[in-house]
Each structure stands twice: as C-alpha cells, then as structure tokens.
C-alpha cells in the first residue's frame, strides 16, 4: 500500500516554480523517497530520490525535512511539457507502491 | 544501453477469454522485473515482481500470474478475464543489486476487456 500522501493536484504558471509536497510520516529509517512522474498514456519516469540530505539533479531539486516525515519536489522553471501527474514514493527495497499522485498542470 | 519492450501495444479481449502480455528486457543481466496495472485515473498497483528467474512474488491475489522463463523475459497471464481486468499493464526493470534502484518503464499494453 502506497505510504505517502499528495494533493490531487496543483497548477502553476509556465516559467515560475513548482512545488510539489508530499507527506510521508510512517518512512522508516532505511526507506528513500522517490519521485516519478507520468506523462499521459506513457510509462513513469524516475525524476530524482534522496534519503535525508536534499538532492538536485537537472531534472529538479528534493528537499526533505530534517524529520524525514515530508517532502518537496521543486520544478526550478516549470514548462508545459512538466504538465504530468507526479509520484512521490517511499521504498527501501526494489519494491515500488505508487499513491494517486499529483496531477501537476502547467498554464502558459 | 537498457532497452525494455512490452507487445501488443493495444489488446481488446473478451470477457473469459486467456491473456498473455510479454516483457523483454535487453542490454542487462540478472534485472529485477515488475508487472503494474494502472486503471483509468488512478495510480500504478504493483501486481508482480520477480528478482530471478523462477522467483517471483505476487501482490495482489487475482485471477492473473506471472512467470519469468528467461533471465530477461517477463510474462503476465490470465486463464480467464474479467470485466476488472481492463488497465494500462506496465513492465518495469532495475538493477538486481543494490538497495537504491531506480526503475526503467516499458511502453505499456492497453488491454480492454468487453
């Protein structure tokens, strides 16, 4: 069962910054946070992950708080090709329970 | 580089009627694979996951299996469908060592079943 809680969805301007939380209060010690994200009718795909240190990759930035118990992905300059639903995911195995997401839309 | 192939692409089966939907994975040796179903607005639901050929864990209990004959080769099957049964199946892929793994999607089957 997916152990992490996100808003249905969110919108946000073409070229400002997006910013999707996510709670995950139950994450054990040894899990990681995961974020992918889906665009229609195609397979997820990874975006970044972290486990208690924020992480920024080209794709985007993770920042997680010092209790571990939620996070954010941030999108530094938001395109309409970002218009996805996004994932956010707690594992410490290979084993992946993906929540509803974040259906993040995009307006120009 | 890691390629992963899901056929068909698009499935339309009547109700009763077997499944089977194959998954290939090529460039990697010894991955972890994983069949998902996501239904129509919702989010993926892990269905299989199989660490070694042979070695395969399952889910959710549910008309469908999973059977892994070749290091590379993933296969989800149905003996009977059901009206519930209609999805987008994805196949996924990651490195079978490590505890950090990101997975690798295919393009996935969209089956409908009337």
């Known amino acids: 069962d997916a152990k992490t809680t996100q808003p249905p969805s969110m919108d946000c301007a073409e070229g400002r910054a997006a910013n999707l939380p996510c709670n995950h209060s139950t994450i054990s010690g040894n899990e990681y946070v995961y974020w992918y994200r889906q665009i229609h009718s195609q397979g997820p795909q990874y975006i970044i992950h972290g486990l208690k240190n924020n992480e920024t990759n080209e794709m985007a930035s993770l920042i997680i708080t010092e209790d571990r118990k939620s996070s954010t992905l941030i999108l530094p300059h938001a395109t309409l090709r970002d218009t996805a639903v996004y994932y956010c995911?707690?594992?410490?195995?290979?084993?992946?329970?993906f929540g509803s997401g974040t259906k993040l839309n995009v307006k120009p | 580089s890691q390629t992963i192939h899901q056929w068909p692409a698009t499935l339309v089966q009547p109700v009763g009627s077997p499944l089977s939907l194959e998954c290939t994975v090529e460039?990697?040796?010894?991955?972890?694979l994983y069949w998902y179903r996501q239904a129509a607005g919702r989010g993926l639901q892990l269905l299989f996951y199989?660490?070694?050929?042979?070695?395969i864990s399952s889910e959710v209990p549910q008309n469908l299996s999973a059977s892994r004959p070749q290091d590379r080769q993933f296969i989800l099957s149905s003996k009977k469908l059901l009206l519930s049964d209609s999805g987008f199946y994805l196949c996924?892929?990651?490195?079978?060592?490590?505890?950090?793994?990101?997975?690798?999607f295919g393009p996935g089957t969209r089956l409908t079943v009337l």
């Open positions: 199989s660490i070694g050929i042979d070695q």
């Open positions: 460039g990697t040796s010894n991955p972890n």
């Open positions: 996924a892929w990651a490195l079978g060592t490590g505890s950090v793994n990101e997975q690798f």
């Open positions: 995911i707690v594992s410490n195995f290979n084993k992946f329970y």
